[in-house]
């Protein structure tokens, strides 16, 4: 056994925390700092001889670029919080609907809204505001709500009460696609949106939602099947 250092860059502040001296073997130290670098921290391990050891397997010793090494990583770090800044702001205005996670990994998730554009706080970490949390939180905790698809406007057979039957038939009536007149077969008939009917409403037609057209299990309704089934009767005044 042999005692390690590990030590994290904290984000939040840019300071080098000192997280312990540990006896142990360099395969375990190594699983140490392959988990303190998955979940997005800046690390580095100290061997017992004084080698530093980054967590993609490079080494350097004290005077021979280990330094320069933890500044290099920061200075790409920073570039890149810099970057995700700025392509924050470009896509999502203060009031973007987000979702904030205040630990990453975990299933909890707020929904929020920005309140701010995101900053670069002291030259390392992306922050940005959200409404009900105080002071900034990291970019890297909130994610853009995705709006839910709208849903498909509900479509309608148009019955004409008006023209039916069908002359020289017993045949329901309905409206034929883009209004172009009127057809007896339903698989040929128009299916029209709510908006559609408000826009043309005629006190002579009856609008069918499609799945209840559907359910008949005929493309030929006769005239007094869908009178009696979909047109309201009239009850003369006293």
């Known amino acids: 056994m042999s005692t390690y250092r590990l030590w994290v860059?904290?984000?939040?502040?840019?300071?080098?925390?000192?997280?312990?001296?540990?006896?142990?073997?360099?395969?375990?130290?190594k699983q140490r700092l392959a988990a303190e670098a998955f979940r997005g921290r800046d690390v580095w391990l100290i061997w017992p001889d004084g080698t530093?050891?980054?967590?993609?397997?490079?080494?350097?010793?004290?005077?021979?670029?280990?330094?320069?090494a933890i500044n290099d990583l920061r200075e790409v770090k920073a570039s890149l919080e810099e970057m995700l800044a700025q392509r924050w702001n470009e896509a999502c205005p203060a009031g973007t609907a987000v979702l904030y996670?205040?630990?990453?990994?975990?299933?909890?998730?707020?929904?929020?809204?920005?309140?701010?554009?995101?900053?670069?706080?002291?030259?390392?970490?992306?922050m940005v505001m959200v409404k009900g949390i105080s002071g900034g939180v990291s970019l890297r905790h909130v994610m853009v709500k995705v709006p839910?698809?709208?849903?498909?406007?509900?479509?309608?057979?148009?019955?004409?009460?008006?023209?039916?039957?069908?002359?020289?038939?017993?045949?329901?009536?309905?409206?034929?696609?883009?209004r172009a007149g009127y057809?007896?077969?339903?698989?040929?008939a128009g299916q029209y949106t709510r908006a559609e009917i408000d826009s043309a409403w005629d006190y002579a037609i009856v609008a069918v939602p499609v799945d209840e057209g559907l359910k008949l299990s005929r493309s030929l309704v006769p005239w007094e099947m869908a009178r009696e089934k979909f047109v309201q009767p009239v009850v003369a005044a006293p």
Do not use: N, Y
Request: proline share 7%.
């Open 183 to 188: 057809v007896t077969d339903l698989r040929r």
């Open 101 to 126: 996670q205040p630990v990453l990994g975990d299933s909890r998730l707020i929904e929020t809204v920005t309140r701010s554009e995101a900053w670069l706080m002291g030259g390392h970490s992306a």
């Open 52 to 68: 530093k050891e980054l967590p993609d397997g490079s080494t350097s010793k004290d005077g021979e670029g280990g330094a320069d």
């Open 9 to 29: 860059c904290d984000q939040e502040s840019g300071r080098d925390i000192f997280t312990g001296e540990e006896d142990a073997d360099h395969s375990h130290m």
């Open 148 to 178: 839910e698809p709208a849903s498909a406007p509900e479509l309608f057979f148009l019955l004409s009460v008006k023209h039916s039957p069908m002359p020289g038939s017993d045949l329901a009536l309905w409206w034929a696609p883009h």
